[in-house]
């Protein structure tokens, strides 16, 4: 039990489709994190959030969203995605953003896009 | 060349035997290291850091050579429960957020 949850675990979407992926931390972490895990790729950071002000935002495309409006909670907005934007989209949280290396992950949502 | 490489594998060991896994990184001032695993459709979890003089947790050995920008994973007496895929993880400082993930291992271990 990793203490940060996903809803949904499996989301199919057109691409004129608008969808929200939820993320959910209750570990009383301060930073919150969106990361996409493609096949066969290394996870690619997309957000960060410390304690809910946005502070990273990795070259992400405006198709994605992040909105994060406490702590706990951390959610990814999206519409007119591509069918090359399917993959496994993981929240993860850590004490603060200056916590290194640790950090826990939710199980991920899976995302197919036709 | 990626920041992180690994031998994508996968390695199909017996139960017992002993395996290893290395990591090269490209950045010479990375600060700190770390193996993750993740289990087939699962989350990452971290396994363990790596610390400049190696350590060890149980079965589990990891080593660190600084000059040849290499990181290694042993894993001794394979369990079946050890079957999943080892992510090398680096990080610039010892404190950022930004960490540099590896596409990983994946280890198959058979009865």
């Known amino acids: 039990e990793t203490g940060v949850t996903q809803t949904p675990r499996h989301l199919v979407m057109g691409m004129t489709n608008k969808k929200s992926l939820k993320c959910e931390q209750h570990?009383?972490?301060?930073?919150m994190y969106w990361y996409k895990q493609s096949a066969k790729k290394p996870l690619e950071l997309m957000f960060v959030?410390?304690?809910?002000?946005?502070?990273e935002n990795n070259s992400v495309p405006s198709r994605f969203s992040p909105e994060c409006p406490n702590s706990s909670h951390l959610f990814l907005h999206l519409h007119t995605l591509q069918p090359e934007d399917s993959a496994l989209y993981l929240c993860?949280?850590?004490?603060?953003?200056?916590?290194?290396?640790?950090?826990?992950f939710g199980p991920g949502t899976r995302l197919t896009v036709l | 060349r990626k920041e992180v490489e690994q031998d994508p594998g996968p390695f199909n060991v017996p139960e017992g035997a002993t395996v290893a896994f290395n990591c090269t990184y490209s950045?010479?001032?990375?600060?700190?290291f770390f193996w993750y695993r993740q289990d087939c459709r699962k989350e990452p979890k971290l396994l363990m850091s790596?610390?400049?003089s190696g350590n060890e947790d149980g079965r589990f050995t990891a080593q660190l050579n600084r000059a040849s920008q290499y990181i290694s994973l042993l894993i001794r007496d394979s369990k079946l429960s050890d079957s999943a895929t080892y992510l090398c993880?680096?990080?610039?400082?010892?404190?950022?957020?930004?960490?540099?993930f590896g596409s990983g291992t994946r280890l198959l271990v058979r009865p």
């Open positions: 993880v680096v990080n610039l400082t010892d404190s950022s957020y930004k960490l540099i």
């Open positions: 950045n010479s001032a990375s600060q700190s």
């Open positions: 959030y410390s304690l809910e002000e946005r502070v």
């Open positions: 790596v610390y400049s």
């Open positions: 570990l009383g972490h301060n930073a």
């Open positions: 993860a949280s850590s004490q603060d953003t200056s916590s290194g290396g640790t950090q826990y």
